[in-house]
C-alpha cells in the first residue's frame, strides 16, 4: 500500500490506531472502576456489619442505650433522624454508583480519537520529512541524535498542546479556562512522561527504521502512549 500511496495508508493506519488506543484505555478505565467499585462495596459491607453487630451487643447489654431509653417513652424523635440518615446514605450511594459508572462506551469520544489520528496523518507525514531532509542522510549518531532532539523538543511540547486544546473544545466542550485549568494540572507531568518514553523510540526509528515505515512505526508503538494520553485527558 506504501508503493501505491503513502498518503492514504499513513491515514488508515492511523485512523486504526488511534481508535485501538482509545478503545484499549476505555476497557482499562472500566475495569479499574469495577474493581473499585466492588473494594467499596465490601467496606459497606464491612461497615454496616459492625454497626448491626453493635446494635444486637446494645441490645443485650444490662444498660439500655439511649435509643432505647427515648423509645421507652415514645419520643421518635431519634427513630426519624435515623431513618433520614438512612436516606441521605442511599442518596449519596446512588450518586456514588453514578459517579462510578463507567461501563457505557463513550462512541463520541472515540470517534473524536480517531478524529485527531486522521489529523495527526498530514502532520507526521510533513514533519518526518522535514526530519529527514534537513539534517545528513548518512545514519549516524550524530544526524539520528539531532533528529530525535528537534523531535522532542519542538514536536513533542507543540502537538502535546494541540491534542489537549482540539479535546477541550472539541470532545468536552470547554472553554479557556478549563483549558487552562487541563494545563496546569497535567500538561507539565505528561510532557515528562513523555520524554520518559519517546526519545529511546525516536532513537530507533530514525536509526534502524527505512523511511517510509517511520510513520507508521511510531504510530504503532504510540498504542500504548495513546491509551495512556486518552486515559490521562479523561481522568481530569
Not at 436516606?87 to 456514588?96: A, D, P, T, V, W
Not at 518526518?128 to 539520528?144: C, D, I, K, M, R
Not at 489537549?164 to 487552562?180: A, Q
Request: aromatic fraction near 16%; hydrophobic fraction near 40%; charged fraction near 15%.
Amino acid at each position: 500500500m506504501y508503493e501505491t500511496n503513502v498518503l492514504l495508508t499513513t491515514i488508515t493506519a492511523n485512523v486504526l490506531l488511534y481508535g485501538l488506543s482509545d478503545t484499549l484505555a476505555q476497557n482499562i478505565s472500566c475495569f479499574l472502576a469495577m474493581v473499585q467499585q466492588k473494594n467499596n462495596q465490601r467496606t459497606r459491607e464491612g461497615s454496616i456489619g459492625s454497626i448491626q453487630l453493635g446494635n444486637y451487643s446494645n441490645a443485650f447489654s444490662d444498660q439500655p442505650d439511649e435509643l432505647a431509653l427515648y423509645t421507652d417513652f415514645g419520643d421518635t424523635t431519634v427513630q426519624n433522624n435515623h431513618g433520614h440518615h438512612s436516606q441521605l446514605e442511599g442518596q449519596h450511594f446512588q450518586k456514588l454508583s453514578k459517579q462510578t459508572d463507567k461501563d457505557i462506551f463513550n462512541f463520541h469520544r472515540f470517534v473524536g480519537f480517531m478524529f485527531w489520528g486522521f489529523v495527526m496523518a498530514f502532520v507526521q507525514i510533513c514533519w518526518y520529512w522535514v526530519l529527514n531532509h534537513f539534517y545528513t542522510q548518512e545514519p549516524t549518531f550524530v544526524s539520528v541524535l539531532e533528529r530525535v532532539m528537534s523531535d522532542q523538543l519542538v514536536f513533542s511540547p507543540i502537538s502535546l498542546f494541540c491534542f489537549f486544546s482540539y479535546s477541550n473544545f472539541v470532545l468536552e466542550g470547554g472553554n479557556k479556562y478549563t483549558l487552562s485549568e487541563k494545563i496546569r494540572k497535567i500538561y507539565f507531568s505528561t510532557l515528562i512522561a513523555n520524554y520518559m518514553v519517546w526519545p529511546l523510540v525516536q532513537f530507533i526509528t530514525f536509526l534502524v527504521m527505512p523511511k517510509q515505515f517511520q510513520v507508521p512505526f511510531s504510530s504503532s508503538i504510540g498504542v500504548i502512549w495513546n491509551c495512556f494520553l486518552s486515559m490521562r485527558n479523561a481522568a481530569n
